[in-house]
């Protein structure tokens, strides 16, 4: 087996551990005496509501909205679609058409909230006073930040109508089931999607802080609504909460485990460095070189052969105009720390499929990488400058691109030094 077969093996092993049927099955609700409501939002929302429909026993109905391409068929409950990572107006329909979905319901009723990374882009419902626009704007001012998603995700829900908790306070006093896939370090289900029906303690005077200390720009318009109390989301001890369940079904630490499991059997060691990696992509790569290189020419501090595993969610600050996603410089930043090396190869994608803008989940990287860029036309350090790690692994043919994979967990890393 090529190296780049057995890191597609464990890449497709990490994914199936957060599919959908697998990670449901145990975690079904039990029916109500009344009417079952399903919702959700993300990347994997439409593949989660086709499996809960298949696991679901009596009639149900609802809504849930996907990312654009990323849809599934289901026969009760209605599947949107709407644009991320930048939030438009079938975005902002979507998320009145799931508020409607929530009227008039009783304490017989269930509510089932399906949510998965993504869900904060796809759920834009401005407050009082803003527009579509200003959470556009925020938006692209987060993304182009660097902050962890953790930091993005506690701004996002103090300037919305539907994130932070404010969904589940509308389903009451129907009883909220959220069955959460998480794409986040640390698995804060609170933090999965902005958290639409799961409350949290961090409070809109921590986000104008945030703001503060990862010197994020936005608009007076959106400071101004920050700093008044229109901005207060509901607090966890909300009693309309007491008989809620919040359960995070899949996550990145499960299918890390199932990929380290894959690569013993195929007889390669596995270690795991953590499954919550944040940091900027290129210091995370510069990282994981320094280990790769330690293993590779000293046998420490694991002994080769050996697969290295890593999860969680890096950030980009975007310095060009090239393009890419976060695996993808991560990659760029490696190749060029192992510029030239012998026995150790790499991949790293997100789990979902899609590698921020483009229609890539990641790439693959070995010791030639950087010497075919270069003699492809390309020039890796000035293509990690401008932030364009596609171009530069699309001119050797080196990008991966698995398609939507209907599930997403946040990156997967794998490192093999033979």
Partial sequence: MQDSDFLISLFQTAVQAADPLTSLGAHMPAPPKGRTIVIGAGKGAAQLAQAF???WQGPLSGAVVTRYGYGAECQQIEVLEAS???????????SQILMQNLTDLTPDDLVVALICGGGSSLLPCPPDGLELQD?????????ASGAPISVMNAIRKHVSGIKGGRLAKMAHPARVVSLIVSDVPGDDPAQVASGPTVPDSIGRKDALCL???????????????????????PAPDDPRFDQNVVQVIASAGLSLDA???????QGIPAVILSDAIEGEARDVARVHAAIAREVAKKNRPFQKPVVILSGGETTVTLRGKGRGGRNTEFLLALAQE????????????DTDGIDGSEDNAGAFVDGTSCARMRA????????????????AFEAIGDLF??????????????????
């Avoid at 192992?338 to 026995?343: A, F, H, P, V």
């Avoid at 691109?401 to 033979?418: E, H, K, M, Y």
């Fill in 338 to 349: 192992l510029d030239g090396i012998e026995g150790i190869s790499a991949l790293a994608a």
């Fill in 84 to 94: 991320h990572p930048v939030p438009d107006q079938a975005g902002l329909k979507a």
């Fill in 376 to 391: 492809a036309g390309r020039n890796p350090a000035a293509d990690l400058a401008a932030n364009d790690a596609f171009s």
């Fill in 211 to 233: 703001i503060a200390d990862h010197h994020i720009s936005l608009p007076d318009r959106l400071l101004a609504h920050l700093q008044s109390v229109k901005a207060d989301a």
């Fill in 53 to 55: 429909e298949t696991l």
């Fill in 401 to 418: 691109s698995p398609g939507p994979t209907g599930t997403n967990v946040n990156d997967f890393r794998a490192i093999l030094i033979r």
């Fill in 135 to 143: 959470e556009q704007l925020l938006n692209s001012a987060l993304l």
């Fill in 259 to 265: 990929a380290a499991q894959e690569a013993e059997n």
